[in-house]
């Protein structure tokens, strides 16, 4: 079984940073894609960041500049720093990961979520 468990949202004032970390575990043979997603209330969630598993990295143009998305392939880790935080990013942020799992003459590549983690921004 896979889990992703994220880490390190709170509250922190208008200007200030946070660091998110997700770890993936369980029957893993690989992971490729891994990202951060975020839903604020009453929003769709929406795409913060990705990295590939070779390092390619792309971002949502309002977090361009602000927010830093990288990886360990060792620990099956994604982290996401955060600077320069503005009251409308607060939100529930999710971790989502490509990973791949079955067995080692069948493996296919399944989505898995994190629970989030609440990031909350005060002006």
């Known amino acids: 079984q896979v889990q992703l468990v994220e880490s ?11 660091r998110l970390s997700c ?18 209330p009453g929003k769709q969630r929406e795409l913060v960041a990705g990295i590939t598993g070779g390092g390619i990295t792309n971002y949502a143009d309002s977090m361009k500049g602000r ?8 620990k ?7 600077n320069s ?4 990013d607060t939100a529930v942020y999710y971790c989502n990961a490509q990973i791949q799992i079955g067995t080692l003459w069948n493996r ?12 909350t921004v005060s002006s």
């Open 108 to 119: 296919r590549t399944q989505a898995y979520w994190g629970q989030g983690t609440q990031v």
């Open 23 to 40: 770890v993936a575990s369980g029957s893993i043979f690989g992971i490729n894609t891994m990202g951060w997603y975020r839903q604020a």
């Open 8 to 18: 390190g949202g709170g509250l922190v004032q208008a200007g200030g940073s946070l």
């Open 67 to 74: 927010f830093t998305i990288s990886r360990d392939n060792a």
């Open 85 to 88: 935080l503005k009251p409308e």
């Open 76 to 82: 099956n880790t994604v982290y996401l720093q955060m």
